[in-house]
């Protein structure tokens, strides 16, 4: 059977190959859903891939969109999921983001935490911070190699902005 990949949320851009998914019946959308209303018309266990480009920040109730995820997802699928971090400009200009996550977004849902149970569980695969690509942003760069990411987060991420979070999580079941 071969390898099925879905992009959710893929507005005009549906990646080539993808069942694309969207609330609005963009061009080459195949699936016309309100992502908030669950359950999605995607079959269980269906995908091996799952993409989530700048949507989770749109979605009334994150938990629910990732426990979708996670049931249409089949075991081992990859959900690559990116979204502007908090810093971002990006986060904040567009008045239909509900959400302004931070690096570690993913933490709870990880084997044994609490959300997992609830959600379904994920592993990490990667997840990185993007920034721009002006010299200024070599300094938030050289301060997470230093200090680590968290002390660059708490203090310093809004003198020095990222872009986005990108992350892959691996679906456990």
Known sequence: MAEETVDIGCGGNKREGAVGVDHH???????????????????????????CSHVIEHIGEPLAFLREVHRIA???????????HFSS??????????????????????????????????ELVSSRITFGKSLRSLIPKAMIGMFGVSKWEKNYAFVYPARNI????????
Not at 74 to 84: H, R
Not at 103 to 115: C, N, R, V
């Open 74 to 84: 089949k075991p081992g699928a990859l959900v690559e999921l990116d979204t502007p």
């Open 166 to 173: 990108e992350t892959v999580l691996k679906v456990l079941k």
């Open 25 to 51: 019946p963009y061009p080459g959308v195949d699936i016309v859903a309100d992502l908030d209303v669950t359950p999605w018309p995607l079959e269980d266990n269906r995908f091996s891939r799952v993409i």
């Open 89 to 122: 400009i990006d986060s904040w200009t567009d008045p239909t983001h509900r959400w302004h996550l931070a690096t570690i977004w993913y933490q709870e849902l990880l084997p044994g935490a609490y959300l997992s149970e609830q959600v379904g569980a994920f």
